[in-house]
């Protein structure tokens, strides 16, 4: 008897433990794993992401509950096999050669609590068999699909998150070859600016030419004027010295032996001729190597240049205002 039911306990431990052992060791390690990860996630936005969760826990609690009665009932068949693979105490065996009808006895009732404990192994053994191990594989098949489930969402979320990483580098490459095109396009902006604001005094370069025409016309009249006044005032001048000088003669003729030579400054101040008047006239202002304009001339290029009639007439008038002598 005793053989027998270290058999059946050596299978039932085998059985009980070992696949325990095997199962918390290769798949139960998913379970927890999955489980640990659903414990310590945040609350999310996604549903089907929080049922999932919940779902894991969920398992992973059934999980641990087969676990916990495979150890407990191969802690059981351990202690059986302890006891029964205890070496026979010499004394025991001494006590029992003296009195063999007490050893008869006992041998019995310990024959007796070892087979009812036989059997209650070989129920617990179908109940592994037929309940706990196959709701455990499920429970781990399923961990396992929940699992390789969240491995492909969090690879989807990495390569998806790769992917955003990649365009925000990129944009942020254009933006800096942006900022730098932009300061290119700043200085080029000015540059465009000044041209165009040379670009518009253009139509007002045919009204500027005929005004530069009329201004050379003006300023020749103008020297023309200033010379014939200048040689008048002079001539005027000459006149009117000559005349003072023929009345100063006529008053030293008359007088001059009178003068009192006592008194040296006065017939010096006296005896003194007029000064001469000397004018001297600078270089013309318009070179005389410059083609001489005519009325005609600016009236043409006022029309070349589509001035009004008034405008072409005012013009004419500002280069002759010194013709006339006014």
Do not use: W
């Amino acid at each position: 008897v005793g053989s027998a039911c270290a058999g059946a306990g050596a299978s039932s431990a085998g059985l009980a433990g070992g696949s325990a052992r095997g199962l918390s060791a290769a798949g139960v390690c998913a379970g927890v794993a999955v489980a640990g990860v659903a414990e310590g996630a945040p609350a999310s936005d996604d549903p089907e992401l929080d049922a999932m969760r919940a779902r894991c826990l969920s398992r992973h609690a059934d999980q641990a509950a087969v676990v916990a009665t495979l150890e407990s009932d191969f802690e059981r068949v351990c202690r059986l096999l302890d006891e029964q693979a205890a070496p026979e105490d010499p004394d025991a065996a001494a006590a029992a050669a003296s009195g063999a009808g007490s050893v008869s006895g006992s041998m019995a009732g310990s024959n007796a609590r070892l087979s009812q404990e036989c059997a209650a192994l070989e129920d617990i053994r179908i109940t592994h068999q037929q309940t706990a191990l196959p709701a455990m594989l499920a429970v781990d098949a399923e961990l396992r699909a929940l699992q390789d489930l969240a491995a492909a969402r969090k690879t989807a979320l990495s390569r998806e998150l790769h992917a955003r990483l990649r365009q925000i580098s990129t944009l942020q490459a254009g933006m800096n070859e942006l900022r730098t095109k932009l300061s290119v396009y700043t200085t080029l902006l000015s540059r465009v600016q000044n041209y165009c604001t040379h670009l518009e005094y253009m139509h007002q370069l045919p009204e500027t030419y005929v005004a530069c025409l009329g201004q050379l016309l003006c300023r020749r009249a103008y020297a023309d004027a200033f010379s014939a006044r200048a040689h008048s005032a002079v001539e005027a001048l000459a006149a009117m010295r000559d005349e003072e000088a023929a009345a100063r003669t006529a008053f030293l003729k008359a007088y001059g032996h009178m003068l009192p030579r006592g008194l040296p400054a006065l017939a010096k101040v006296l005896s003194r001729r007029p000064l001469h008047c000397e004018m001297r006239i600078p270089a013309p202002e318009v070179p005389t190597s410059l083609a001489p304009v005519l009325p005609e001339d600016l009236a043409a290029a006022a029309r070349a240049a589509g001035l009004s009639a008034s405008a072409a007439a005012e013009a004419a008038a500002v280069g002759a205002r010194f013709a006339s002598g006014d």
